[in-house]
């Protein structure tokens, strides 16, 4: 299971881990029901309880006639519309609220604001700063890896060796251009296969390969 807020980028993770689920977190849905309830006063605690029956029990017409009720006593338009939103966000994540109620007696915990206050704003955006997207992007990666329990020795030698293959890839890609155009003469094929230092060595065999393929041609 995923809890959370019911925020785009958390529901997200469900397309990402096979058979996961949304369910929408206790402080977020009781934080929705409570502004929604706390003008009625001395009413607020029975209305409350009637919307968690309605919940617990699954029925969402009774949950959305219970908002409708609040909404016919509210005397100020702008609770009127904090009610009406908040009646939208739960019928919005009412897939995640089911899930919850289906298993009431499970521990639900989410750890993702925390990890973002934590692992992102803290060395991103806790003080102003300014990243482009391509440094916003590695900088993320970064802190993950570390928190994952990546050492930055071991990544520094990837990439180091990451460059040396790279750089070798494309020596290798420049000598089969040059290799190529030897295409426009048997004679020149020739001439080039005979000029190549080093290409006897065990590691050039695959220059020897195309050389032996050009004069075939």
Known sequence: ?????GAAWIKAG???LEKAHFVLDKFHMEK???RSVVHLLDSA???KNDIYEAIYQKERSRVKKLFRQIIDVTE????????EESLNYLMNNWKGIIIHAEEAGAVWGCHAEGQVSHVLSSRMSSRPMGWSRKGADQMSRLRAYRMNGGKIIDLLIYQENKQKREK???KKEELVKELRRAQKGRKYAERLQGSIPGKENHSMKWMRDILNQQLIC
Do not use: L
Not at 76 to 83: A, D, G, L
């Open 1 to 5: 299971m995923i809890a959370g807020d």
């Open 32 to 34: 929705y029901i409570q």
């Open 76 to 83: 100020k338009e702008s609770k009127c519309r904090e009610v």
């Open 168 to 170: 070798r890839i494309e």
């Open 45 to 47: 605690a029975e209305v």
């Open 14 to 16: 469900c397309e990402v």
